[in-house]
């Protein structure tokens, strides 16, 4: 019977041989680095560098059997379309992780939350892009005055979950932080039921 593989952590010698700034613009800067892989192979790599963002799966769940979820619909011109996902932005210089969070719901939402808490970090695209995506679940949802920042223009809405997972299986949810924070919303409520 053959072994089954198993998830281990080699670590082989990565080495930067040069590093240059090829473009800074006030969102991101891309670097042109020049690296020693593993193999002794000499590659270069072109990396979006990126202070990070937050992102906010705000929930009311006075219904615990199909709580809301708070979403945003924003046109996208990278993807070329409109698109619904969750409250997300970018961590400014020196900001604290859960203090951009909470900036963020208030901005775009005009939501605030009393429990927040953290759900995962991930890296979204890690062949060329350096930045961190903290998800946080927001709870105990109180709503105020929204203040977007002068380029955004959001449309908000309450989804109940369920129609959000229906929209997720007809492939209507693209935005890969709202698949991951929904999904493991989704999986973690079905663990506690257990």
């Known amino acids: 019977m053959p072994k089954k593989p198993v998830l281990t952590e080699r670590k082989s010698k990565i080495e930067v041989l040069s590093s240059k700034t090829a473009f800074e613009g006030p969102l991101f800067r891309v670097d042109v680095d020049q690296v020693r892989e593993p193999g ?26 199909d709580p809301l979820i708070v979403m945003e619909r924003q046109y996208r011109h990278a993807a070329g379309q409109y ?11 020196g900001e604290n992780r859960l203090a951009a969070a ?28 350096g930045e961190w ?8 949802l109180t709503l105020g005055n929204t203040s977007p920042d002068e380029d955004e223009w959001l449309e908000v809405a309450m989804a109940p979950l369920s129609e959000i997972l229906g929209k997720i299986e007809e492939g209507k949810v693209l935005d890969g932080k709202t698949l991951i924070a929904v999904l493991l ?6 663990k506690r039921k257990r």
């Open 185 to 190: 919303f989704t999986h973690l409520r079905k």
């Open 133 to 140: 995506m903290q998800i946080f679940l927001a709870e105990g």
């Open 40 to 65: 002794n192979r000499i590659s270069r790599r072109d990396v979006i560098r990126h202070n990070g963002s937050v992102v906010i799966l705000a929930v009311d769940d006075a219904s615990k059997k």
């Open 102 to 129: 909470k900036r963020e719901l208030r901005e775009e939402t005009g939501y605030s939350a009393k429990k927040w808490t953290k759900l995962t970090r991930y890296i979204p695209s890690p062949g060329f892009l």
């Open 83 to 93: 698109m619904w996902e969750i409250p997300a932005g970018k961590i400014e210089d």
